[in-house]
């Protein structure tokens, strides 16, 4: 199969406040540059906002270290609706997996941080050493020992490195993560129960695994990719955005970044899915552009595919890095990338 998908560029989390969550997330997970900060019309979302063009405001910011960064997203003409109570093994994103280079100094950060609630620390044969956030808006995160090398130690925390998401039918998640988004190798499959933040529940586990793409401009930054699919096996689990609209606060999309949109929708479409939303040109985000689409996994929850064609290098020369003039399958230098870290949060 070919390698299409690079890894997670960011994922998306509604807020009603989207100044105030850039810093949140800067102090909490070292999300500290930013790539965009862009207010204008979700037109191309209205058949996830109630069939209504809605105003927005979108901040993507990352923690160059490792992995993917954050799109902070918030509704600038409705209120957002807030996120209710929810449980493990419930359907859609559960939580963020976020890489750190020390388990137990990053315990120790996040043990003492009034902003979050912290598990203790988890260690497992087959997921090694993780323990559980939640921040104070009700979103959470898993903290997993990662072994790849950051292009800084800067911070107690990477970035994105994956997501625990919640499915009805494991095998049919399973075959639409990896026949579809390439993410294929089985890392382990078990049946265990989960206490997480006080619910216990009985789970079936499929952790799915993607190694660093060598090719792709932002394949030294993004790294592995981690896909942990769970079904709820001694309960009926509830869809975490029913009734809700996309962009609500929560965890609204898992965003991946793609080397070739045609030929990704080619393969969605063989396997029998199609993209819901196709920007088809390049869509503009302030500085930055590029081609995005969303594909809904079998239970609904929304993946968003980005084929990046412009980013800011240094925005006040006017410095961009042009995507589509460049060699696709090559990797930007290190050098470039720490370029980004210019534009501060």
Known sequence: MQDIITGIQQVGIGVSNANEAKHLYKDLFGMNVKIFDDKSPASLMSAYTGNEI????????????????????????????????SKIGDIGIFAVKIRTGDIAAAHKFYSVNSSVTTSSVHTTPLQGRYFWVKDNLGNRFQIVQCGEKYLSNKF???????????????????????NVLGIGKIVFET??????FGKKVLLKKILLQKKRNPNGAFSNLLGDIQIELVQALDNIPAKIFENRYWGDCGLIHLCFDVLDMDKLKIRAENNGYSFSIDSQGSFPMEDAAGRFCYIEDPDGTLIELVETHKIPIIKKIGWHLDLAKRKRNSPLPKWMIRMLGLSKV
């Not at 901040?59 to 209710?84: H, K, V, Y």
């Not at 095998?171 to 993560?177: H, L, R």
Request: with cysteine; aromatic share 8%.
């Open 54 to 85: 809605h105003n927005r405001h979108a901040i993507l910011t990352m923690n160059l270290s490792c992995g993917g960064g954050f799109e902070i997203w918030q509704f600038t003409s409705r209120t957002p609706a807030m996120q209710p109570e």
């Open 156 to 178: 107690v925390c990477g970035g994105v490195g994956g997501a625990v998401i919640g499915v009805s039918n494991i095998k049919t998640a399973v075959d639409f993560y990896t």
């Open 191 to 196: 049946i265990s129960s989960e206490i997480v």
